[in-house]
């Protein structure tokens, strides 16, 4: 089977740090861009950070600029995502999402072939 496995995700306090972690199984994500996304209770889903196949581009949501890093690692199968500096409303479940179309990234949900079943942050006093 082909999946993406999340985790990482848990309780921080406003200001704390996190990293999730992506990791595939099954197959390789060497010719995969690979993007993180969100979702809040009520809302849509919205793109959060992409990284390109090689790791030479990366992209980021302007709510999240300066406080998250996305990074991959393609010999262990695996991409992060370093979250600093957290807000109560960076709250929501993280996906991770892998697609091979472009190779590129992007930031918009349609773009992504596969999906894992994503991982719970919550930041909260």
């Known amino acids: 089977q082909l999946q993406l496995v999340e985790s990482g995700g848990g309780l921080v306090q406003p200001g704390g740090s996190l990293r999730l972690s992506c990791a595939a199984s099954g197959f390789t994500l060497d010719y995969y861009a690979i993007g993180w996304f969100r979702q809040a209770p009520g809302k849509e889903r919205e793109g959060v950070s992409c990284i390109s196949s090689s790791g030479g581009s990366t992209m980021y949501a302007e709510s999240v600029k300066g406080r998250f890093t996305i990074s991959r690692d393609n010999a262990k199968n695996t991409v992060y995502l370093t979250m600093n500096s957290l807000k109560p409303e960076d709250t929501g479940v993280y996906y991770c999402?892998?697609?091979?179309?472009?190779?590129?990234?992007?930031?918009?949900?349609?773009?992504?072939?596969?999906w894992g079943q994503g991982t719970q942050v919550t930041v909260s006093s």
């Open positions: 999402a892998a697609e091979r179309t472009t190779g590129w990234g992007s930031l918009f949900v349609g773009a992504y072939d596969y």
